[in-house]
């Protein structure tokens, strides 16, 4: 069994109940833990909890973060 933890994390609002958080998260399991970057897309209900549609992650390289990075402001 897998269970997560969300180490630090980001959130912007947009549009109507819209959310995107970014956080730092581990996997921790019986084989040992792994950290990871964690893009999520979702929206905020009536009653004020979040709801999650789309995830996105990353490893933990910088090769590929600064990657990342540096294209999105390029699109």
Do not use: C, H, Q
């Not at 819209?18 to 399991?29: G, M, Q, T, V, Y």
């Amino acid at each position: 069994m897998v269970t997560f933890e969300t180490l630090k994390s980001e959130e912007i609002k947009f549009g109507n109940n819209n959310f995107l958080e970014i956080a730092r998260k581990k996997a921790i399991s019986d084989d040992g833990e792994n950290e990871f970057i964690s893009i999520s897309r979702g929206f905020i209900t009536p009653n004020g909890e979040k709801r999650y549609r789309k995830n996105f992650t990353l490893p933990l390289n910088s090769e590929v973060i600064d990657f990342v990075v540096e294209n999105l402001k390029k699109v």
